[in-house]
């Protein structure tokens, strides 16, 4: 099993920054694809954003691209998600989630999840 633990959540204005972390627990973090999904009150969890094994390929949901960059460190076990420009509609709880493949973009693919942070935005 792989733990995963999401921290860096929090209130920010509008135009503002935040940087997401997801530390893993497992000592093979480095043949998982990792991603950040968020999830809406009363909608279901959605793709943000994706990173493969090595970290050498990267997709983003359209409604992120150019604010939002992710990125992780294998030898800290440790995934981030850098959200830039945030907007009142970006508040969600963000999740972190591992897949066994070593590419995964869709939520089907990811075999374990964190607790979820919660973002909130502020006009």
């Known amino acids: 099993q792989v733990q995963l633990v999401e921290s860096g959540g929090g209130l920010v204005q509008a135009g503002g920054s935040l940087r997401l972390s997801c530390a893993a627990s497992e000592r093979t973090f480095s043949i998982y694809a990792m991603g950040w999904f968020r999830q809406f009150p009363g909608k279901e969890r959605e793709f943000v954003a994706s990173?493969?094994?090595?970290?050498?390929?990267?997709l983003y949901a359209d409604s992120v691209k150019g604010r939002f960059t992710i990125s992780r460190d294998n030898a800290k076990k440790t995934v981030y998600l850098q959200l830039n420009g945030l907007k009142p509609e970006d508040t969600a709880v963000y999740y972190c989630?591992?897949?066994?493949?070593?590419?995964?973009?869709?939520?089907?693919?990811?075999?374990?999840w964190g607790q979820g942070t919660q973002v909130t935005v502020s006009s």
């Open positions: 989630g591992a897949s066994g493949r070593l590419v995964a973009a869709t939520r089907r693919e990811y075999d374990y």
């Open positions: 990173i493969s094994s090595s970290g050498g390929s990267t």
